[in-house]
C-alpha cells in the first residue's frame, strides 16, 4: 500500500478506528513526526506524556509499550519499532518556541500551529493540544545534571515504528518544522493506515 | 504570617495575583505538593510541562527558572528553593494510577482527585488538569537506561520553595497522597501567599 506523505513543516489529522495499525515512516532518515491522539468519541480526553511515563516508569518507549491519556485509558500501544528512540518530555515546536529559542524574527507557525489547523475540523482547539509524542525525536537525558539536549534523530531512510490504535482516535501528526529536531534539513514524513 | 495548611491526601485552589509569592512549606519533611496553574483571565490556558523543559533545556527546575504556559507565557517564576529537586514529568496520582501502579483495591482519588474537586469552582474540568509541576518529588532519572524512579524526597521539615506569579493565576495544590512519593507516611503541606 503506497503510504501518504505529510509535506515538509506540515501536518494532518485522521480518524485512527480502534484495531487499525499506523506505521509513521521516516522516508529520508533524521527526520521528526510529533503525533498528538484523542478520544474519537469525546476529544476532552488526549494522551497525556505524564501518565504515560508514570506507568512506564521509563521516558524512553519502544516496542511493547502502551501510550495512555489523561483518564488512564491505553490509546496506542507500539507494536514495532526500527528506532527506539523517540521523546515524550517536549512540546510541539511553535511560532513562540522558534522566537524564543531560535531566535527567529518571522517565526514558523511549527508543528503546533501544523497541529492546530489540521485538528480543527474535530472541533479540537489550540489550547487543547498536550505534549506530543515526538516519533523519532532524540533528546538526550543527562540524568544527574538535568539537563536535555536536542540531537539528530537516530532513524535512516525507511525505517519506521507502527503503533496499534487502542480506541478511536482522532490522530494529528506532522513533519517536524524545528531545525534542531531534524538535523537542519527540512524532509517529508510518510504514514500507513492498515 | 501564619501559613495555611493542606490536610493529608487533600488539596486546595486559590488565586494568586500577578506579582505575589507563594511558598510550599514541608512542615515535617519528605512530603510532595502537586502544583497547577491557569490563566485566572482564561482558564483554557495552563501550566505545561512540555514548554516548560523545551524552554529551559533542562528537567530539574529550581531559584531563577520560570514555568511556563501552553501559550507560551511565564506562569511562575522560581524565586528561592531550599530542596532543589522537583518533577515535573508525571501526572497526578490518581485513582487509576493507585489501581495500576500499586493494586489498590479500593483506590484513593490521589492528588487527581482532589485538584478536581479543588479547581471545579473556577471552571475547570477534571479532563484540564495536567501534568503538575510536583514540588519536592523526587524522581530520578537514569539518562541511559531511560528509567524514571520515585524516590523519597529531599525536603527536611521546614524547607520550602517559593514562587511568584507572572500573571494572575488559579492555582490548585495538594499534599500529596501517593506513598512512594512521600515515603509512605502521608503529611500535610503548608503555603503562604504574600
Redesign the interface.
Given at each position: 500500500m503506497t503510504p501518504s506523505t505529510i509535506r515538509p513543516q506540515s501536518g494532518t489529522a485522521f480518524l485512527l478506528k480502534k484495531g487499525q495499525l499506523l506505521t509513521v515512516i521516516d522516508p529520508e532518515g533524521q527526520q521528526v513526526s510529533d503525533l498528538v491522539a484523542f478520544n474519537a468519541e469525546d476529544t476532552?480526553?488526549?494522551l497525556?506524556?505524564?501518565?504515560t511515563?508514570?506507568?512506564?516508569?521509563?521516558?524512553?518507549l519502544t516496542t511493547g509499550d502502551i501510550l495512555y491519556s489523561?483518564?488512564?485509558n491505553a490509546m496506542l500501544a507500539i507494536e514495532r519499532d526500527d528506532v527506539g528512540r523517540h521523546d515524550f518530555?517536549?512540546?510541539?515546536c511553535?511560532k513562540?518556541?522558534f522566537a524564543?529559542?531560535y531566535g527567529h524574527a518571522e517565526p514558523h507557525r511549527g508543528c503546533f500551529g501544523n497541529l492546530a489547523e489540521a485538528l480543527e475540523p474535530y472541533g479540537i482547539?489550540p489550547?487543547a493540544?498536550?505534549?506530543?509524542f515526538n516519533v523519532f525525536m532524540n533528546v538526550?537525558?543527562?540524568?544527574?545534571?538535568?539537563?536535555?539536549?536536542v540531537e539528530p534523530p537516530l532513524s535512516k531512510a525507511g525505517d519506521s515504528t507502527a503503533f496499534v490504535a487502542q480506541m478511536d482516535l482522532v490522530v494529528g501528526l506532522t513533519a517536524c518544522s524545528a531545525g534542531l529536531s531534524n538535523n537542519f534539513r527540512f524532509k517529508p514524513i510518510h504514514y500507513r493506515v492498515e
Open positions: 476532552a480526553e488526549w497525556s506524556s505524564g501518565r511515563l508514570d506507568y512506564a516508569s521509563k521516558f524512553l489523561n483518564r488512564s518530555l517536549l512540546a510541539p511553535s513562540e518556541m524564543k529559542l482547539t489550547d493540544i498536550p505534549t506530543a538526550q537525558v543527562d540524568g544527574q545534571k538535568g539537563t536535555l539536549s
